[in-house]
């Protein structure tokens, strides 16, 4: 197949080594004081060595080459350790190689390795650790909210854009999707909609990285099984996108859910 994979020139090279450490795949090794492309399978053709070149020795064509395999990559990067395996992971994530990046996640999950961990984001830079998964037990009232609807959430944190898609809360889960305004527009949201369910947020309108949005939910669904799936929305027409988002992860996944949605009037009524 013809594919983008990365070229060394040899006469620039000096053998300093400097690409060696900006490729986690293993794609590059010293040889005879010069460096070179290994293996065709373990070049995705994405570049990161090239900024590490103080020759500018290394470049990208494209040219008749094997498939890369993902398989092949992590095979050689796990004995590497957990940093190397970020790396690897942050590197498919900033070239957007989706596909790549979920295909490596199953991979790891399969060789046992704490995915959640692996890929968890940040703490917020106040120190809060409002990004970090948590599985919420469900709790009876207190005494002073007896006669009063409690809270019916299982999970946190509940918006799309801070969610872990390797959060184990998702495996077996009944997937609820709701458009941000639902909860505010429909006062039995909790007991309704959200009892015995794990919930995703995001608004459709507003929210503008809608691609990245599609890609996180399709990590959701290639990554666990998944009992069923839910989506409440407005009934505004700008809301209908909630639907085209969660049907194009579907795809991206290769996975069939019936998906069940619910629309709710700005008066608050299940229409």
């Keep these: 197949m013809k594919r983008n994979i ?40 994405l570049g990161a060595c090239i900024g590490t070149c103080p020759e500018d020795a290394i470049s ?50 399969a060789e046992g390795f704490d995915i959640e961990c692996l890929i968890r984001e940040e703490t917020l830079a106040c120190g809060c650790s409002g990004h970090q998964a948590q599985k919420i037990e469900p709790a009876e009232p207190s005494s002073a ?7 019916q959430l299982r999970q946190w944190p509940v918006q799309l854009h801070l969610l872990n898609p390797a959060a184990d809360y998702f495996e077996n889960a009944d997937l609820l999707i709701s458009a941000d305004c639902v909860p505010y527009a429909f006062g039995d949201f909790h007991n309704r909609f959200l009892k015995g369910r794990i919930v995703i947020t995001f608004c459709p309108k507003l929210d503008k990285d809608i691609e990245r949005y599609i890609d996180k939910l399709a990590q959701i669904f290639r990554l666990h099984a998944i009992k069923s799936v839910s989506i409440v929305r407005m009934e505004v027409p700008c809301c209908g996108g909630t639907e085209v988002i969660v049907q194009k992860a579907l795809e991206q996944a290769g996975k069939l859910h019936f998906v069940k949605v619910n629309i709710i009037s700005v008066a608050g009524t299940i229409i």
């Design 6 to 45: 990365i070229t060394i020139d040899a006469e620039k090279c000096n053998g300093c080594g400097e690409c060696i450490t900006g490729c986690p795949e293993g794609a590059i090794q010293l040889i005879d004081g010069k460096a070179r492309l290994i293996s065709d399978l373990f070049c995705d053709g």
């Design 145 to 151: 909210l007896q006669g009063h609807n409690h809270s």
């Design 60 to 109: 990208i064509e494209q040219r008749e080459a094997e498939p890369y395999s993902e398989a092949l990559v992590l095979k050689n990067i796990i004995p590497q350790g957990e940093n190397t395996i970020k790396a690897h992971l942050n590197h498919l994530k900033s070239h957007g190689e989706t596909s790549y990046y979920t295909q490596a996640l199953e991979i790891l999950k």
